[in-house]
């Protein structure tokens, strides 16, 4: 079945700091991909997407590229602040469009001022 | 707009007991899914609800099992309590024709003793 692994953390960064979280994926036919963030005492809430190959999701300075011949949909952010302590999770739609998510185990990031 | 609510937002069972959370969808969204998140993890689905059947499980015992009524909200039901059911259980709900996001409420956060 699909599945996906997702770096482990906890990552501790310093403000500014280059952020990557590393997630590859298997899966049967084309996913699309998301990268998931959950803050502390909040549910999980959408950052980005990508729906086929070579596409970039972007958003609050954070992207993430759909390379499907590595299989991956690492999450990148040039300047990390402290606002951006949280749990990010790498999940794969199992079937493109049905919603049904694998999650990854979630990778911790806190930043220091 | 109204969000996705769940209740109760915290509860306390013993071991063989039956436990109901409830989820009301975001306006307008008709499928619902449900996920359980264990401290540390990542959310694994158990199932999703479309026109008030299940459409999909993931890899969880009978036990589990629920329901979706006409207005979308939904009810997840769990009998024979064990102790590995402790924790997280996230709703999420989603338009059928959509971006691919799921929106997640804050989750019920079960403890079994």
Known sequence: GN?????????????????????????TGYPSLFWYVQYPGEGLQLLLKATKADDKGSNKGFEATYRKETTSFHLEKGSVQVSDSAVYFCAPDST?????????????????? | ETGVTQSPTHLIKTRGQQVTLRCSSQSGHNTVSWYQQALGQG???IFQYYREEENGRGNFPPRFS???????????????LELDDSALYLCASSPRQGTGELFFGEGSRLTVL
């Not at chain 1, 599945?3 to 590859?24: D, R, Y």
């Not at chain 1, 493109?96 to 001022?113: D, E, H, M, P, Q």
């Not at chain 2, 909200?73 to 769990?78: H, Q, Y």
Request: glycine share 8%.
């Open chain 1, 3 to 27: 599945s996906v692994t997702q770096m482990e953390g906890p990552v501790t960064l310093s403000e500014e700091a280059f952020l990557t979280i590393n997630c590859t994926y298997t899966a």
């Open chain 1, 96 to 113: 493109s469009g049905t919603y049904k998510y694998i999650f990854g185990t979630g990778t911790r990031l806190k930043v220091l001022a």
């Open chain 2, 43 to 45: 959310p694994q689905f």
């Open chain 2, 66 to 80: 629920g329901l979706q009524f006409p207005n979308y909200s939904s009810e997840l039901n769990v009998n024979a």
